[in-house]
């Protein structure tokens, strides 16, 4: 007999970003007695929610006009692009911007602040929103079909005991169960295995991007200027590129993305993004000014061919856990909004989950998505051949007859002794943050120390041999956060530690870990970072 409480509802959404929280608002724009609850892992809706973000506003404006009369504060027009390339010591303004960044008409907007307007919609409309509320497992029932989500305990251990304020998760059943948890969702990756939704499809690809935002001083901002650039510091052989976002009141938001389909083990991706802001053309722009706050997520980026299929019984896949994110455009809001409300529209006029993945892909979201499938894959063969590519389906609008692959993350990886240490020509440089541990203090994390560790390393012992020797450990590198070091382990060895109370959620050590031993888990519900100014 579960000593587990039990709530039914009509539809339970996992995830309170922009694609679970549309499909909240649609399902009760189209049928207002259904009884809808949505579940947040952060501790409040936008606490975790991070993104470049300029805004395509179509679909929020269909689904919610009034969104204009109410906007967040961080909320500035579109007015300038700039497209560059950059060497190690110069910019070139490129005088072609691809169509695909052209912004007329977008927002640069906070998803910290949109989420919870929209969130306030949903309650409105009679929804239930849990923050603080982490699922950490699907249920099913007797046929196979998912029934709902397990929410995770409260008040166990860090020995895995139950504490005296301890209490079961409740599990939520109900007719749908649709999962927005955004990229590599924790449940979304059991589900993709245990219904075999990536069959006959592409491995999916990852970025795993970087954000700040930066009070400058008075007069320096640009509002509406939007500048994105390509090349130093990283290789012609790693994918990435920078962003900034000028905002109201002397703010930038500043971001990179590395690909995590890069090759060095030695590469550390949270120095690739301080060495861009180091860069001779950027420096001056933050130079005396104030670091505001840190992020880091990883983006689903594998497109079109890496898509899981996003029905299953009992269950649909949304946004970017189901990877609807447009990387070419730099954009992925609008796609999560899409998925969300389609999801709705199809469940409440079909009463079934089956088909639905066809609905998107022959949908303006999917065909968003066909049309620049093969820009991100292009670039596995280099930076000038990537272009040189992109050139070609943007003249063809995305219409050419092949499909490029992509290959898995950790794959990608080589081993020390097959691939040279490069001299990227990085630079000393004084801006803030000075290192992880300092950024991490920007990211406003708050976990309770006294639980389990929510990063699952399956055998330790590989970490101080077989990796150390054949890696170099490149969790040490690859982590935005500083949660895994090597330390001595008093016999004259090395061991794993874990700073688990450091980790950002952004997951980028259950895609990039060579072995594929590390698995991310849900913490005690409202564990994590706080972006509400990003």
């Known amino acids: ?6 709530m039914e509802y009509d539809v339970v959404i996992v995830g309170g970003g922009p694609g679970g929280l549309a499909c909240a608002v649609r399902l009760k724009q189209l049928d207002a007695n259904l009884n809808v609850c949505v579940l947040e892992k952060a501790s409040s809706v ?27 504060h961080t909320c500035v027009p579109a007015k300038r692009d700039e497209f560059k390339l950059l ?25 910290g602040q949109l989420t919870p307007w929209i969130a ?8 239930d929103v849990f923050p603080g509320f982490a699922a950490a497992e699907a249920i099913y029932d007797d046929a196979g079909a998912v029934k709902g989500v397990r929410i995770g305990d409260m008040g166990i251990t860090k020995a895995g005991e139950q504490g005296p304020n301890f209490t079961p998760g409740a599990d939520i059943h109900a007719r749908l169960t649709v999962f927005a948890e955004g990229s590599r969702g924790h449940v979304t990756k059991t589900l ?5 939704l990536d069959e006959g499809r592409n491995p999916p690809t990852f970025g795993l991007g970087f954000k700040e935002l930066w009070q400058l001083p008075p007069g320096r901002g640009e509002p509406g200027l939007i500048q994105h650039a390509f090349g130093y510091p990283l290789d012609n052989g790693t994918y990435g590129g920078s962003f900034i976002y000028h905002l109201n009141d002397d703010r930038v938001y500043v971001g990179y993305v590395v690909g995590l389909d890069y090759s060095d083990p030695r590469l550390k991706p949270f120095e690739a993004f301080q060495q861009f802001k180091a860069h001779p053309t950027v420096a001056p722009l933050l130079e005396g000014g104030e670091l505001v ?7 689903n980026a594998g497109g079109w061919q890496s898509q899981p299929k996003m029905d299953m019984p009992g269950a649909l896949l949304i946004g970017c856990a189901a990877g609807t994110l447009n990387v070419p455009r730099v954009k992925g809001v609008h796609q999560a909004i899409r998925s969300g409300v389609l999801a709705a529209e199809y469940w409440v006029t079909n009463g079934t989950t089956k088909g639905f993945d066809d609905a998107w892909r022959v949908s303006p979201g999917g065909q968003e998505l066909k049309a620049v499938r093969n820009f991100k894959p292009g670039f596995k063969k280099g930076l000038w051949w990537g272009l040189i590519n992109a050139g070609i389906e943007t003249v063809l609008g995305g219409r050419t007859p092949w499909t490029l692959k992509n290959k898995t993350n950790h794959l990608a990886m080589k081993k020390l002794d097959e691939v040279a240490e490069l001299d990227r020509g990085w630079r000393d440089r004084t801006l803030a ?3 992880r541990l300092a950024a991490v203090f920007n990211a406003g994390n708050q976990h309770e120390e006294d639980q389990p560790v929510h990063l699952r390393v399956t055998d330790t012992t590989l970490c101080a041999t077989t990796c150390a020797k054949e890696y170099g450990n490149p969790c040490q590198n690859f982590c935005p956060a500083g949660v895994y070091e090597m330390v001595d382990d008093g016999a004259g060895g090395k061991r794993l530690q874990i700073n688990a109370a450091n980790c950002v959620h952004c997951k980028a050590c259950d895609i990039k870990d060579p072995y594929a031993q590390i698995t991310w888990v849900t913490p005690e519900g409202g564990s994590g970072p706080n972006y509400q100014a990003m």
């Not at 929610?49 to 204009?68: E, I, K, T």
């Not at 306030?120 to 929804?127: D, S, T, Y």
């Not at 993709?192 to 075999?196: A, L, P, S």
Request: hydrophobic share 40%; with cysteine.
């Open 293 to 299: 706050q840190y992020g880091a997520r990883t983006i």
């Open 120 to 127: 306030a919609q949903a309650e409105a409309l009679g929804v």
């Open 87 to 111: 060497s190690r010591d110069k910019a070139w303004n490129l005088p072609y911007i691809p169509p695909l960044l052209h912004n007329e008409g977008n927002f640069i907007l906070s998803l």
């Open 1 to 6: 007999m579960s000593d587990r409480d039990v």
């Open 192 to 196: 993709i295995e245990r219904f075999k």
């Open 433 to 435: 943050p000075r290192d």
């Open 46 to 72: 936008g606490a975790h929610a991070l993104s470049g973000c300029v805004m395509d506003p179509g679909p929020l404006d269909a689904l919610l006009p009034a969104w204009r009369d109410n906007m967040p």
